[in-house]
């Protein structure tokens, strides 16, 4: 997959070795540049907005966000549990599929739950009675699988053929709809406006016999609404059309789009050698820290890469191959031309890491996790917010 983010924004001027090695620096004024824009959307297009808890839960921004948007969505009872411990406004809660024991939890938590198909909710049924008895508030949604592809990876489309995301749009009966207050759909991953707006083209024709009498749609997220040529103008007139169309509450959940280039992650050249090109071993591990470059596969930007025209020094122009200390033979990064001498010690950095690489480290081969920074470009105010020790990989384990 090809990254179309990866801008450095104000960490042109981050000197990378004010934080210890390796380290995500988070910059909260670019956070709140993206939560401006889509908080605009929000009020131009008169819906609510929701922020992705699995992109990027780093629960210290909590009241960034909260400052600006209507609450967040959650993906099951963990995080259902962190958005009512830390976070402000409404919390929409979907899972694939719920475990009974948890159930309970999530409803109290959650302002909207939403499940996966009409026979969850059916067999759930005693235990929604039980708790909107007892005066739990909240309301009941279904996700709708479109059956309309817009993805180019499988691995990322949840309309993918057999997809088991979503209750296929076209088994969808009066009964369902009764058992509901909402629809939810998820079907995008960084996309732009016309995605959707087939996407809905093709739901709009399913759904229609029931306008009037859905409280909410919630079109889930996988809008990079936040990058800067997305078709915004474009999408606040589909919304606002959608609405009336509808009569419901129109809902949106990106979390990429949050934390868009946003954050960094920096690490140190450990050693290198050379077999057949220059490779470099350094405490970033892809396996550990950004799972994503070998799941997507896609090679993350590097902050001030050299691109081959702009190179003056050839000694320090050619590609080094840069992966991780673990010993998977596949703890590959990339080959990067980089901005400063291979040798041990020195520091780089990935751009756009904010989003689903913190949320998705592990201490695979006892690997340590970065520290967490919080710098304010604006203000140049930065402080540690958390930093991992051995005891955190040994607490993990048993
Ligand atoms: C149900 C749901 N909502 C919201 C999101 C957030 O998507 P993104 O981070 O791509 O905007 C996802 C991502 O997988 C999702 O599954």
Same mark, same amino acid.
């Given at each position: 997959?090809?990254?179309?983010?990866?801008?450095?924004?104000?960490?042109?001027? +981050?000197?990378?070795?004010?934080?210890?090695?390796?380290?995500?620096?988070?910059?909260?004024?670019?956070?709140?540049?993206?939560?401006?824009?889509?908080?605009?959307?929000?009020?131009?297009?008169?819906?609510?907005?929701?922020?992705?808890?699995?992109?990027?839960?780093?629960?210290?921004?909590?009241?960034?966000?909260?400052?600006?948007?209507?609450?967040?969505?959650?993906?099951?009872?963990?995080?259902?549990?962190?958005?009512?411990?830390?976070?402000?406004?409404?919390?929409?809660?979907?899972?694939?599929?719920?475990?009974?024991?948890?159930?309970?939890?999530?409803?109290?938590?959650?302002?909207?739950?939403?499940?996966?198909?009409?026979?969850?909710?059916?067999?759930?049924?005693?235990?929604?009675?039980?708790?909107?008895?007892?005066?739990?508030? +909240?309301?009941?949604?279904?996700?709708?699988?479109?059956?309309?592809?817009?993805?180019?990876?499988?691995?990322?489309?949840?309309?993918?053929?057999?997809?088991?995301?979503?209750?296929?749009?076209?088994?969808?009966?009066?009964?369902?709809?009764?058992?509901?207050?909402?629809?939810?759909?998820?079907?995008?991953?960084?996309?732009?406006?016309?995605?959707?707006?087939?996407?809905?083209?093709?739901?709009?024709?399913?759904?229609?016999?029931? +306008?009037?009498?859905?409280?909410?749609?919630?079109?889930?997220?996988?809008?990079?609404?936040?990058?800067?040529?997305?078709?915004?103008?474009?999408?606040?007139?589909?919304?606002?059309?959608?609405?009336?169309?509808?009569?419901?509450?129109?809902?949106?959940?990106?979390?990429?789009?949050?934390?868009?280039?946003?954050?960094?992650?920096?690490?140190?050249?450990?050693?290198?050698?050379?077999?057949?090109?220059?490779?470099?071993?350094?405490?970033?591990?892809?396996?550990?820290?950004?799972?994503?470059?070998?799941?997507?596969?896609?090679?993350?930007?590097?902050?001030?890469?050299?691109?081959?025209?702009?190179?003056?020094?050839?000694?320090?122009?050619?590609?080094?191959?840069?992966?991780?200390?673990?010993?998977?033979?596949?703890?590959?990064?990339?080959?990067?031309?980089?901005?400063?001498?291979?040798?041990?010690?020195?520091?780089?950095?990935?751009?756009?890491?904010?989003?689903?690489?913190?949320?998705?480290?592990?201490?695979?081969?006892?690997?340590?996790?970065?520290?967490?920074?919080?710098?304010?470009?604006?203000?140049?105010?930065?402080?540690?917010?958390?930093?991992?020790?051995?005891?955190?990989?040994?607490?993990?384990?048993?």
């Amino acid at each position: 997959m090809e990254t179309r983010a990866g801008d450095p924004g104000a960490f042109a001027r +981050f000197d990378l070795s004010r934080v210890d090695s390796p380290a995500f620096v988070v910059d909260a004024a670019k956070l709140r540049a993206n939560l401006r824009i889509l908080a605009d959307v929000r009020d131009r297009a008169g819906i609510r907005m929701l922020s992705a808890l699995k992109a990027f839960s780093m629960w210290s921004t909590a009241p960034i966000i909260g400052e600006y948007l209507d609450g967040v969505c959650t993906s099951g009872l963990w995080e259902a549990r962190l958005a009512g411990e830390f976070y402000d406004g409404e919390i929409a809660t979907y899972c694939a599929a719920y475990k009974a024991e948890d159930l309970d939890e999530i409803l109290r938590l959650s302002d909207h739950v939403i499940f996966n198909t009409a026979m969850q909710i059916e067999r759930f049924r005693p235990v929604i009675e039980a708790a909107r008895a007892r005066g739990d508030s +909240f309301d009941i949604g279904l996700r709708v699988n479109p059956l309309h592809a817009e993805g180019d990876v499988p691995r990322y489309d949840p309309c993918a053929p057999h997809s088991r995301l979503g209750f296929p749009i076209d088994q969808l009966t009066d009964a369902h709809v009764d058992l509901i207050d909402g629809i939810h759909m998820h079907t995008l991953c960084e996309q732009d406006f016309e995605p959707l707006r087939r996407t809905w083209d093709v739901a709009f024709d399913w759904l229609e016999p029931w +306008f009037g009498q859905f409280k909410w749609l919630n079109l889930g997220g996988g809008h990079h609404i936040t990058r800067a040529d997305y078709q915004r103008d474009e999408l606040i007139a589909f919304l606002r059309d959608m609405r009336e169309d509808t009569g419901a509450e129109i809902y949106m959940e990106p979390g990429e789009a949050v934390a868009l280039d946003a954050g960094i992650l920096t690490g140190t050249i450990l050693d290198t050698h050379w077999n057949g090109m220059p490779v470099a071993v350094t405490d970033i591990s892809a396996t550990c820290h950004m799972p994503d470059v070998i799941e997507a596969p896609y090679r993350p930007a590097m902050l001030g890469e050299q691109v081959p025209d702009e190179i003056v020094d050839e000694g320090q122009g050619g590609a080094v191959r840069l992966g991780g200390p673990s010993c998977l033979a596949g703890d590959v990064i990339g080959d990067y031309r980089l901005p400063v001498p291979c040798e041990p010690g020195r520091r780089f950095a990935f751009l756009d890491q904010a989003h689903y690489s913190m949320v998705k480290t592990t201490t695979f081969n006892g690997v340590p996790l970065p520290s967490i920074w919080l710098w304010d470009s604006e203000t140049d105010a930065l402080e540690c917010i958390r930093a991992f020790g051995y005891e955190d990989f040994r607490g993990r384990l048993s």
